[in-house]
């Protein structure tokens, strides 16, 4: 007699495992995958995960849903290495974090997940998702006005990270922040470094091409008005790259109503500018629009940029109302407050401390005021670091876009 009862293998193999400690507590998940794969799904704890790649019946698995919450942040490296090893296997991982610190999602953003999801999960995110994963990855071809040694490496599937710049008022610096982020981000190497994209998505005021002096063209204006048509070969057509190494998609040279593109349109254009990218930067409208989600849902970080007055302070605190009420991923959001009080200014310190306690808020970026030479760069179409390399604002994001770097450069290394 064989005991084998125990080894029965399942009556069909899964097409997807939800991987957690509980996935009790995990409820809505439950009734996603339910919704989503009937009762070809399975569920395994973290290391039963790993260990069931080992095993032959894991050719037939699609996906991992793995899902944490905060008591799961002991156990970084065990998730870590069940990523690392989905990769491997041709896995794709779907990562459910629910209220987990901003240290630790800058973590696990390293781990090479193949899409990142709140918990709770926002309404039809997963059936997304899994579209996300299900869809190809596009064909990349080379940019036409080809970047050195970029076009070169623009190959294979990829998923680049995507960083959103939103001024949360008029003229608070989110353009300034995001020209000079990407310019950092593509100029930290001297070789090899992360490819790194633009998008200005401000169709009607955009500055990106007068930050950069690049003209707008007709092209940009072709491609979203026919996003069916949209591939990697006349997205790359429609950039222009600038000194060599950083590619841009202007505004158009129209002033267009920001509703010419939807969020399918937006989501088309994310997917893309992410294979063939490993830096995405877009630059979003001050408005909302109805792709704001999109672009929210798409970014691994969004970066809402204020000033200490109370124009931005009730704007944000509309913005985290909205965010929160629609059940939007308001998590990804990082405050950035420009012209930031110095480290001396004492009043201007307490007086931000104030703003963040009273919008329930961390202001986890301070950009320091860089006078009158921040906008000259931008008028003379430089970043900071070409025409006033030691402002103080550039140092500032030469920071942030060191440990952004970190993060993205480890994302390169792993495929
Ligand atoms: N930290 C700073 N120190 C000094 N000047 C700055 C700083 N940040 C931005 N500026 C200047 O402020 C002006 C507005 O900046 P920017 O265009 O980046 O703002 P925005 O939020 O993108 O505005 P818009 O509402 O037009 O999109 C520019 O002239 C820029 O040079
Ligand atoms: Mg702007």
Request: with cysteine; proline share 5%.
């Amino acid at each position: 007699m064989t005991s084998s009862v125990a080894l029965q293998p399942e009556p069909a193999p899964v097409a997807a495992c939800t991987v957690s400690r509980d996935v009790q507590a995990f409820d809505l998940l439950i009734e996603d995958m339910e919704t989503e794969l009937g009762e070809s799904w399975g569920d395994l704890s973290f290391e039963d995960a790993i260990a069931f790649l080992e095993q032959p019946d894991s050719e037939a698995l699609e996906f991992f849903a793995v899902a944490m919450n905060a008591q799961d942040e002991g156990e970084l490296a065990l998730i870590g290495e069940l990523i690392a090893l989905s990769k491997d296997r041709g896995v794709k991982v779907i990562l459910i974090a629910e209220d987990v610190s901003p240290s630790v999602l800058h973590q696990l953003l390293k781990t090479g997940a193949n899409d990142f999801l709140p918990y709770p999960l926002p309404e039809g995110a997963l059936h997304e998702a899994i579209v996300r994963i299900r869809t190809p990855e596009p064909e990349v071809a080379a940019p036409a006005n080809g970047a050195n040694g970029l076009a070169a490496r623009a190959g294979g599937s990829h998923d680049g990270a995507i960083f959103a710049t939103h001024g949360l008022a008029g003229g608070v610096g989110a353009t300034t922040f995001a020209v000079n982020l990407a310019w950092e981000l593509a100029t930290k190497e001297k070789k090899d470094g992360p490819r790194v994209c633009l998008l200005d998505l401000d169709f009607q005021t955009g500055s990106v091409s007068t930050y950069l002096d690049l003209p707008r063209r007709d092209v940009v204006y072709e491609l979203l008005s026919d996003t069916s048509a949209m591939d990697a070969d006349n997205f790359l057509q429609a950039m222009q790259t600038f000194n060599d190494r950083l590619h841009v998609l202007t505004a158009p040279a129209d002033m267009l109503p920001l509703d010419i593109v939807g969020p399918e349109d937006i989501a088309t254009l994310l997917d893309i500018a992410r294979a063939n990218f490993d830096v995405v930067i877009v630059d979003m409208p001050k408005t909302l629009v109805a792709w704001t989600e999109t672009v929210l849902s798409h970014a691994n970080v969004y970066f809402a940029v204020l000033e200490l007055d109370m124009r931005s302070a009730q704007n944000a605190l509309r913005f985290m109302r909205l965010l929160k009420g629609e059940d939007l991923p308001y998590e990804k959001l990082r405050f950035a407050l420009n012209r930031a009080p110095r480290f001396t200014d004492l009043q201007g310190k307490a007086r931000v401390k104030r703003m963040a306690e009273s919008l329930d808020i961390d202001i986890e970026l301070m950009l320091p005021d860089g006078q009158k030479q921040v906008a000259q760069a931008c008028d003379h179409g430089l970043p900071l670091s070409e025409n006033a390399g030691k402002n103080p604002l550039r140092k500032e994001i030469a920071k942030l876009a060191a440990s952004l770097h970190e993060l993205v450069g480890s994302e390169i290394e792993g495929g």
